[in-house]
């Protein structure tokens, strides 16, 4: 049994056409180490390209889905799709420490909600291509707002499958939407979700 974020559901590639749910395609090494490979970091650094490295702690583990809801050091709950050539996910156990060598998950677009009318839909795949060397998948989602921090540029959210996700906020015209934002406020966003292409003990396990 192996013993905190990111940065869905940050993924894995497939074929624009497949089901979100769908994880096919795998990533290698010699593809990590195109985008600079894992470095030491706490979580949300880099660009969402780059591959980074942190240690969290695993609140629970879907084997079917092949996804890890954690939290960081922080305190933050995120879920990351582990891609299908990571060893180690098969032991992940919940209440294990561990770290993950990562493609974060950020806001792509972030706006009011949607059909409010129609009730809460899950995420659905974007009008856009994979991104990354992992082939994180954009996802559009009305969510529940459960944390705002405007100054690191983050927020903290809950699909309608009640999955959490942080997600990192680059873009200047999103930054200034997430000012106005407060928790349970609701919003509609579209995010790359958080992939995760290695799974380690945490040191000091």
């Known amino acids: 049994m192996m013993a905190a974020l990111l940065g869905t559901a940050l993924a894995l590639p497939d074929s624009a ?7 096919t395609s795998a990533v290698t090494a ?13 979580p949300f650094p880099g660009k969402p390209e780059e591959v980074v490295s942190a240690p969290f702690s695993v609140e629970s583990v879907d084997r079917a889905s092949r996804s890890l809801i954690v939290r960081s050091p922080d305190g933050l709950l ?16 919940k209440g294990d420490r561990i770290g993950l060598d990562y493609y974060r998950s950020s806001v792509v677009s972030l706006g009011p909600p949607k059909g409010a009318a129609g009730g809460d839909h899950a995420p659905t795949r974007a009008n856009a291509p994979v991104l990354g060397a992992a082939g994180g998948r ?13 100054q690191a540029g983050t927020l903290e959210i809950t699909t309608p499958d009640g999955k959490p996700h942080t997600l990192a906020v680059e873009d200047p015209a999103a930054r200034i939407r997430l ?18 292409i290695g799974v380690h003990p945490a040191e000091g396990t």
Do not use: N, W
């Open 17 to 23: 056409a497949a089901p979100a749910a769908a994880d």
């Open 30 to 42: 010699p593809e990590a180490a195109a985008s600079g490979g894992p470095t030491t970091a706490t």
């Open 78 to 93: 995120t879920t990351v799709r582990v891609a299908p050539t990571a060893e180690g996910f098969d032991t992940v156990e």
């Open 138 to 150: 954009q996802l559009t989602s009305k969510a529940h707002v459960t944390g705002v921090d405007s």
């Open 179 to 196: 000012r106005s934002l407060g928790e349970g406020d609701e919003v509609t966003v579209t995010y790359t979700e958080a992939v995760a």
